[in-house]
């Protein structure tokens, strides 16, 4: 059975920190790109952070470039965000998605993150 836990969520104070988790089962965990994804109230999901099967590449969305950091451990079929600096529009819930070309997505369930004072 196929599982992605998303673990780490709260709520912090702008300029805050926060460390995102998500665990992954039941699927090739290193054949997969790992994305993490946020929605906020009222908007579409987007796209926040991949990172390749090996980790050797990431990529980050403009609004969180400096601030954010992808990163995996394979060996514990784990992937994680690093969030620094947060401000109040970093409120979302926050996604990881597991991606492979041809075979189907997966998706957790989120976690929420609420920036405020």
């Known amino acids: 059975q196929v599982q992605l836990v998303e673990s780490g969520g709260g709520l912090v104070q702008p300029g805050g920190s926060l460390r995102l988790s998500c665990a992954a089962s039941g699927f090739s965990f290193n054949r997969y790109t790992m994305n993490w994804y946020r929605q906020a109230p009222g908007k579409e999901r987007e796209l926040v952070a991949s990172i390749t099967r090996a980790g050797d590449s990431t990529n980050y969305a403009d609004s969180v470039k400096g601030r954010f950091t992808i990163s995996r451990d394979n060996a514990k079929n784990t992937v994680a965000l690093q969030m620094n600096s947060l401000k109040p529009e970093d409120t979302a819930v926050y996604y990881c998605?597991?991606?492979?070309?041809?075979?189907?997505?997966?998706w957790g369930q989120g976690t929420q993150v609420t920036v405020s004072s």
């Open positions: 998605k597991a991606v492979l070309v041809f075979f189907k997505d997966y």
